[in-house]
């Protein structure tokens, strides 16, 4: 499972491979030299912080780096790192036939692969955004990893596909037996309930790179 303490240890490793301190690629990147600190990721009471994914976007373009790159540098810092390829599609290419399987899993020969860390569950896949119904929090050619077998809870980021074919990205505002209510992430498309007959599959977003 992808640990709070991999994706510290990436960050720390990116900066050394550039000859840079964590203070010093955050300050490269325009970002507050502080950061990236060792004090900042966890509060005082010992609450996990996570660094979010536009400082970890912007550490990438400034020192040309890739996605699959930095993967590499998650994990145990001697192995470096466990990850696996995993199935890659376009968002509108999921609302299609013969990518997906009755409990929602990716099935088929037509997808492309990307590098991920293992994070538990042999199903995940990624899905690339396009369009700006999603925006700011997910912008056309950004990444998802969504995992069909994660649990589900008020607050996530899931992907939904419907019956008629229709995929959603949207945020999870509840979810009864009969319908599932839906938040959209930008505030110029409307939010959506939808009864759960008409529900295809809903997974959880685990991850998104930009």
């Known amino acids: 499972m992808l640990k709070h303490s991999d994706i510290w240890a990436a960050i720390d490793r990116l900066a050394q491979e550039h000859g840079l301190s964590a203070s010093g690629l955050s300050r490269k990147a325009g970002l ?37 790159e930095f993967i590499t540098y998650i994990g145990d810092a001697k192995s470096g790192g466990i990850y696996k390829n995993i199935p890659l599609i376009g968002l ?4 299609s036939d013969g990518f997906f399987d009755d409990a929602g899993y990716p099935v088929g020969g ?9 994070i538990g569950d042999n199903h995940a896949y990624a899905l690339e955004i396009s369009g700006d119904s999603m925006e700011p929090v997910f ?14 809870r008020r607050g ?16 999870l505002r509840r979810k009864t037996s009969h319908k599932i209510e839906l938040q959209s992430l930008n505030n110029q498309h409307e939010d959506r309930t939808l009864e759960m007959l008409d529900v295809d599959w809903i997974a ?5 790179s930009q």
């Open 204 to 208: 959880r977003i685990v991850w998104a």
């Open 92 to 95: 509108a290419q999921a609302g």
């Open 139 to 152: 912008r056309d050619g950004d990444t998802v990893i969504v995992s069909p077998e994660s649990g589900i």
């Open 156 to 171: 996530d980021r899931v992907v939904v596909r419907t019956n008629a074919g229709e995929i959603l990205a949207k945020q």
């Open 110 to 118: 037509s997808w492309d692969e990307i590098p991920f860390p293992e």
């Open 32 to 68: 507050d030299p502080t950061t990236f600190n060792k004090s900042k990721r966890s509060t005082g009471d010992g609450k996990l912080r996570w660094p979010s994914t536009e400082s970890i976007s912007k550490i990438l373009n400034t020192t040309g780096s890739t996605l699959g």
